[in-house]
Nanobody, 113 residues
């Protein structure tokens, strides 16, 4: 499995999407997980993290709008995105910030104005 992100799509500004990521156990177990995004013409940025004991952190631009969660039984991490803005348009990826693994294909999120 490695890292497989899904759930992206096209949504109007103000809408919501829920992203899912399935991870291999060797990547997921006991590690913090994060959601990253890369917008056109920009570098990949880390937008949300969750530790193995469920502590979360967010980049300022998504605080109050995005919620990261994880299911340790399923080796899965999720990103609930609400109040989406056009500037959230990007390819979204998941990975373990402290032990980066090969990037998966990511999932495209496009927010129209």
């Amino acid at each position: 499995v490695q890292l497989q992100a899904s759930g992206g799509g096209l949504v109007q500004a103000g809408g919501s999407l829920r992203l899912s990521c399935a991870a291999s156990g060797s990547i997921f177990s006991g590690n913090a997980m994060g959601w990253y995004r890369r917008a056109p013409g920009k570098q990949r940025e880390l937008v949300a993290t969750i530790t193995s004991d469920y502590s979360t952190n967010y980049v300022n631009s998504v605080k109050g709008r995005f919620t990261i969660s994880r299911d340790n039984a399923k080796n899965a991490v999720y990103l609930q995105m609400n109040s989406l803005k056009p500037e959230d348009t990007a390819v979204y990826y998941c990975n373990a910030p402290c032990r980066l693994s090969p990037w998966g294909q990511g999932t495209q999120v496009t927010v129209s104005s």
